[in-house]
Nanobody
Framework: QLQLVESGGGLVQPGGSLRLSCVAS????????IGWFRQAPGKEREGISC????????KYKDSVKGRFTISRDNAKRIVYLQMNNLKPEDAGLYYC??????????????????????WGQGTQVTVSS
């Protein structure tokens, strides 16, 4: 089981940047895929990006490709989501979550919510001028 704690959210103007961090503890971290998810008010939770245990496989939601970058530092047990050129539609509560079975689709990590067993409490991102 994983324990996950997110940080790094805040208020940023459109075009600005934030870096979210997800600090993990628990024995399953080394072989877990970690995903970032977002939930905006009145909307369903959606997958933003995922990274497998070795960082060999990464996946991004189409709307964030070229702007967001996911990475992980396994020595520190931290997964990052660098978010650049933020838009108002990027706002929401951002969660990181772990899939201890590292399930894939076409050999790429997946953003299917039902595959992620362990969740953090979230960090709020607000994009507004």
């Amino acid at each position: 089981q994983l324990q996950l704690v997110e940080s790094g959210g805040g208020l940023v103007q459109p075009g600005g940047s934030l870096r979210l961090s997800c600090v993990a503890s628990g024995s399953s971290y080394e072989y877990s895929t970690i995903g970032w998810f977002r939930q905006a008010p009145g909307k369903e939770r959606e997958g933003i990006s995922c990274i497998d245990s070795s960082a060999a496989s990464k996946k991004y939601k189409d709307s964030v490709k070229g702007r967001f970058t996911i990475s992980r530092d396994n020595a520190k047990r931290i997964v990052y989501l660098q978010m650049n050129n933020l838009k108002p539609e990027d706002a929401g509560l951002y969660y990181c979550a772990g899939d201890p079975y590292s399930r894939t689709e076409w050999n790429i990590c997946t953003l299917r919510l039902q595959y992620y067993d362990d969740w953090g409490q979230g960090t709020q991102v607000t994009v507004s001028s």
